[in-house]
Nanobody
Framework: VQLQASGGGSVQAGGSLRLSCAASGGTFSTYTIGWFRQAPGKERDFVAAINFSGTATYYADSVKGRFTISRDNAKKTVYLQMNNLKPEDTAVYYC?????????????????WGQGTEVTVSS
């Protein structure tokens, strides 16, 4: 499966963005999808994940209550709605996929990666 992340941009603190991860190839509805982010000079960290059917979601503590992950299997797209953004959310955001019903929050648990989309939050 190939992944294309989009929707990044520059916003002020308190603002919102919606990222999209569009897939092509593969049977999208069989893939767990995760979002990760990498801030400048830091390691890539888990943000959120959703299981193949959209019935289970997982979030990093730092984004709980502010970010929402969802998916539309008919459109082969996963979304990350980001509200009340903070300067510490500034990073390149990546979506990743693994063909498994088990949701993982570790980077090495994913087999396919998108190219990343940049989010900048100013104070």
């Amino acid at each position: 499966v190939q992944l294309q992340a989009s929707g990044g941009g520059s916003v002020q603190a308190g603002g919102s963005l919606r990222l999209s991860c569009a897939a092509s190839g593969g049977t999208f509805s069989t893939y767990t999808i995760g979002w990760f982010r990498q801030a400048p000079g830091k390691e890539r960290d888990f943000v959120a994940a959703i299981n193949f059917s959209g019935t289970a979601t997982y979030y990093a503590d730092s984004v709980k209550g502010r970010f929402t992950i969802s998916r539309d299997n008919a459109k082969k797209t996963v979304y990350l709605q980001m509200n009340n953004l903070k300067p510490e959310d500034t990073a390149v955001y990546y979506c990743a996929a693994v063909r498994s019903p088990i949701v993982t929050m570790t980077e090495n648990g994913y087999d396919f990666w998108g190219q990343g989309t940049e989010v900048t939050v100013s104070s």
